[in-house]
């Protein structure tokens, strides 16, 4: 069993930046591919961007492309989205993502970013 934990949401204005983790307790994040996704109210659960177990590949939706970052640190056990120039419509829930071979495929809670003035 793979337990995810999201940081770092929170209230920013138009322009700013932040900086959101998945992290795991018990067995680490090394062998699994781990996706960033978001869902706004009323909105279905939206891909965001996703990198590989070792770090080596990345791809992103292209509503966040240039603007947002995903990155991880496999010591650590933990996954990063950095996120710039952040706009009102990427308010919504993100959520972490980790799945491998084998069908295993597990959710983090969700934390809330607001993009407001």
């Known amino acids: 069993q793979l337990q995810l934990v999201e940081s770092g949401g929170g209230l920013v204005q138009p322009g700013g930046s932040l900086r959101l983790s998945c992290a795991t307790s018990?067995?680490?994040?090394?062998?699994?591919?781990v996706g960033w996704f978001r869902q706004a109210p009323g909105k279905e659960r939206e891909p965001l961007a996703c990198?590989?177990?070792?770090?080596?590949?990345?791809n992103y939706a292209d509503s966040v492309k240039g603007r947002f970052t995903i990155s991880r640190d496999n010591a650590k056990n933990t996954v990063n989205l950095q996120m710039n120039s952040l706009k009102p419509e990427d308010t919504a829930v993100y959520y972490c993502?980790?799945?491998?071979?084998?069908?295993?495929?597990?959710w983090g809670q969700g934390t809330q970013v607001t993009v407001s003035s």
């Open positions: 990198i590989s177990s070792s770090g080596a590949s990345t």
């Open positions: 993502n980790a799945a491998r071979r084998g069908g295993y495929n597990y």
């Open positions: 018990g067995r680490g994040l090394h062998d699994y591919g």
